[in-house]
């Protein structure tokens, strides 16, 4: 049973080009999370979706950034012209649409996508 | 001030020794709490998960949960220096992501 899935794992892009990160959830699972990550700080949410329905995007920056989640393929998490501050680990979990944690149905994160911005 | 709050350590302990880490979270609504081991370079690695309060026991990990004073634990006995790991407490609620302390930085020397 695979995990859940992000590619690339390392990507360098030049300050005002797009970075493009996709995350395929665990099978079974129909809820994916993007988080951010900056070098000694914690997990800070940035969007929550479903399939074709954004739930929560309160924690994605207002601008250069969005998210979907197509009835098919992987979650896409954008960044358009990017800047150096956009730099960090963006990591995908995914969870089932109701959380059984008797059966260990829960949240599970990918192994992440690093960005560089040269 | 933030939903949950960790300290960041480090925390430098021997092999052997009883761990104990800590969280305080602030939002009453949290229903499920979570405990995540991240090694470098590494996806959070889930760990322990208690639903509402009391205690939940897994080998040498124990994670509890006390929503009268909105505290979270989580004890390693017989530490080893394979646990030495940043660990990431989170809660969460139906129908909301989790919400992540800063993760405390563990160094198990052995």
């Known amino acids: 049973n695979a995990g859940v899935m992000q590619n690339p794992r390392h990507l360098v892009r030049r300050r005002g080009q797009e970075a493009r990160l996709r995350c395929s959830p665990m099978?079974?699972?129909?809820?994916v999370y993007w988080y951010r990550q900056l070098p000694e700080e914690g997990l800070k949410f940035m969007v929550y979706?479903?399939?074709?329905?954004?739930?929560?995007e309160s924690g994605m920056p207002k601008e250069r950034f969005s998210a979907e989640f197509p009835k098919e393929g992987p979650s896409i998490l954008r960044i358009q012209q990017v800047v150096r501050g956009d730099s960090a680990a963006y990591f995908c979990?995914?969870?089932?649409?109701?959380?059984?944690?008797?059966?260990?149905?829960?949240?599970?994160f990918g192994e992440g996508s690093w960005l560089t911005v040269v | 001030q933030k939903e949950v709050e960790q300290d960041p350590g480090p925390l430098s302990v021997p092999e052997g020794a009883i761990v104990s880490l800590n969280c305080t979270y602030s939002?009453?609504?949290?229903?499920?709490f979570m405990w995540y081991r991240q090694y470098s370079r590494k996806g959070p690695e889930l760990l322990m998960y208690?639903?509402?309060?009391g205690n939940k026991e897994d080998g040498r990990f124990t994670a509890q949960v006390d929503k009268s004073s909105k505290y979270i634990s989580l004890f390693i006995r017989d530490s080893q220096p394979s646990d030495s790991a940043t660990y990431l407490c989170?809660?969460?609620?139906?129908?909301?992501?989790?919400?992540f302390g800063k993760g405390t930085t563990l160094s198990v020397s052995s």
């Open positions: 099978k079974g699972h129909s809820h």
């Open positions: 208690t639903y509402s309060s």
């Open positions: 979990a995914s969870s089932p649409p109701s959380l059984r944690f008797n059966s260990g149905n829960t949240i599970y």
């Open positions: 989170a809660g969460g609620q139906a129908g909301t992501a989790l919400i």
């Open positions: 979706l479903q399939k074709e329905n954004i739930i929560d």
């Open positions: 939002n009453s609504a949290f229903q499920y």
